[in-house]
């Protein structure tokens, strides 16, 4: 496997997680999840201080990254989302208060660093975390075990939703909360289940890209415009939608500065954030509801022409 | 109602009134600093407080009076910085042989060139004050074109949409800044000429006053916008866009115009920043700093108040600049576990906005709800339709 291929497939399997986290959250709560940002790193640092301290591979410390990240969401919701959307707030209202969790849960990873770095004398700023990776049938383990992780998760999930009782409540909550709540189904369970399984796959993906690119307290901070990119790309109605998105992203970011670099010259790679945001800007520019919103259109004016042909 | 003493209960509303509160506490502890930890430090807060009322009060006309998601901020603020680090220099290193292609913003040719260029500025008062005003021209002139190309976009998306992708090409600017060195210097940070260097004795004062007081123009400005047919016409925009297009608003346009105005606005705040500072730094221009921080100042102050966002610059600047001031001598004790007390300020903002949200949502000085026909005749209309007892 060439090495752009490599680390593509570990860092677009990571961001399709995030993506994904940020459009269940969006369709079930209407928040743009900004935390999911700090989360993500947040994620990565419990994996790297799991490896560092305690050895081994970094695989085995994703579970505990999970739910670190899904604890991290419940008490978002518990301390901020629950109140807001008793109150109905604005998409605007909800947005900013997760701003504001970030804020605070990027210092804590700031002065996490810090203890890091004084106390037990590592160096937490500028983490390659492919150096404890294993190779796997010719190739880094990352580009095997990552996709392979996030498709397990995503089938997990998407069991979860369609096949028990807990996740048709929530797809009824999606569909229609006021019909939902009529006939017996407790939203607050629903939106607490939304933020534990978010946050929990936001830590996953911070985690994930952590194995294709520097480890840095801002690894969230920087990446959160492509978690954004591909749940857009995606349209943020569906979640399948976000999840292919984020892969698509991600991968084309790869791919397309693998290929520009070797056709335009290295300077390009200065400018690799220009593609996944190309990539967001001409999909809002044709579809304004993105991907997800073009196929509902286009299945409507099939099914529209269906039903006038069997009127004829 | 009618029989309390009309003037008397004015002058009541004025002392009760918080914005009239909050500004003698926050003259009061400008006065314990200044007393205590000198006037420099005042000096500091005021020029900071200066350039972050101008950004927040353009991201206030945006966000709080036309209700659009403006989560690029930092965008407009990069235009102007960018173009007052890149073209007026140039333009007098061009006009007295100086190096002023792409080499101008090479490191090793920038560090001779812009102080020659300073010291040109510095023998001519009526030089340097015409610089300053060309810098501060161009730089809205920048602006309102970045106004108008994130209009574009503003038209057809709706408002999470709108966000995101403004927020995107924010961080693009500022990856195309730290990248393409002609620009402002790539990595290496170009300089600014300096045109306050004519008053050299007294360059910080000078900068402070020429700072606060044109944070003063813009809200003075915009206080009268915002207050004039066309602020009216922007709130109806915001409340009901469709009203607004039935009652023959040409809401494009006046989004556009909006955009424009705000963005021009941000950009001269840019611009004053990077003149003070006499560098720009590509990689200073982050979303945090331009993006994040106005909108917790704004939060705080009160979405759609001029004065609310005035009041809450000023509180969370003294906030972030105490915290720096003490934060070895109160916060000392995290540097046992090695722990930086800087990140206090993060908290501190973070803290801020989620305060806010939760318990304060209208912000310290809540805008207020204007009706369309003055006072008297919505109760006159309430009296004959037998309401009188509920309105007013």
Known sequence: ?312 | MNGVDKTGSRMQDVWMKNEVVIGLVMVAVLTVIMLTLGLSLVLTILIDAAVFTIVTLSLNLEVGHTGISQFGRVLAVIAGAFVVGAVPGRVLAFLNGLPYGVSYADDAVNYKVVPAISDLLASSLPLSVGFLLFSFLLAAVAGAAVGWLTSRPAIRLKEAYLGISLLAFGDFFMWVGHNWEPLVGGTTAVFVPDPFRVVWGSRFQVVVIVAVIMAFLVYLYLEKLTRSPFGRTLHMVRDCDVAAAVCGKDIVRIRTQSLMIGSALAAVGGALYVIYAGTCTAIGFTRLTWTFWPWAYMMLGGIGSNRGVVLGVLMLTVARTLIITYRSTLFGFLLTWGIDPMWLEYTLMGLVIMLVVLFMPHGLVPAKVESILPAGRVRKAAQEQGFGATVG
């Open chain 1, 1 to 312: 496997m060439p090495a752009w291929l490599a680390s593509g497939l570990a860092y677009a399997s990571g961001l399709s997680l995030t993506a994904g986290g940020i459009t269940l959250l969006y369709i079930t709560t209407r928040t743009f999840n900004f935390a999911h940002a700090s989360m993500a790193t947040w994620g990565f640092y419990v994996v790297y201080t799991g490896t560092v301290l305690y050895g081994g591979t970094p695989y085995r410390w994703l579970p505990l990254s999970f739910l670190f990240g899904a604890l991290l969401g419940v008490i978002c919701y518990l301390v901020l989302n629950r109140h807001l959307l008793a109150r109905k707030a604005n998409t605007i209202t909800l947005m900013m208060s997760t701003l504001g969790y970030d804020l605070v849960l990027l210092a804590f990873i700031q002065m996490y660093c810090d203890y890091l770095t004084y106390s037990l004398k590592l160096f937490p700023r500028r983490v390659t975390m492919s150096v404890y990776d294993i190779e796997l049938f010719g190739t880094s383990g990352a580009s095997v075990i990552l996709p392979l992780t996030a498709v397990a998760v995503l089938s997990l999930l998407h069991l979860f939703i369609t096949r028990t009782k807990f996740g048709t409540a929530m797809r009824a909550t999606i569909e229609n909360s006021l019909l939902a709540g009529a006939s017996g189904i407790n939203s607050d369970w629903v939106y607490l289940a939304s933020w534990v399984i978010g946050g929990g796959m936001a830590a996953l993906g911070g985690a994930f890209m952590a194995m294709a690119m520097t480890g840095t307290p801002v690894l969230g901070m920087t990446t959160i415009p492509f978690m954004f990119a591909g749940a857009i790309l995606g349209g943020l109605h569906s979640l399948y939608g976000g999840i292919l998105g984020g892969f698509v992203v991600g991968l084309a970011e790869y791919a397309g500065v693998y290929f520009l670099a070797a056709e335009v010259g290295s300077w390009v790679l200065g400018y690799r954030m220009a593609i996944p945001l190309l990539i967001m800007a001409v999909t809002l520019m044709a579809f304004p509801q993105g991907l997800a919103g073009a196929w509902a259109t286009m299945v409507g004016r099939a099914a529209g022409l269906r039903k006038r042909g069997v009127e004829a």
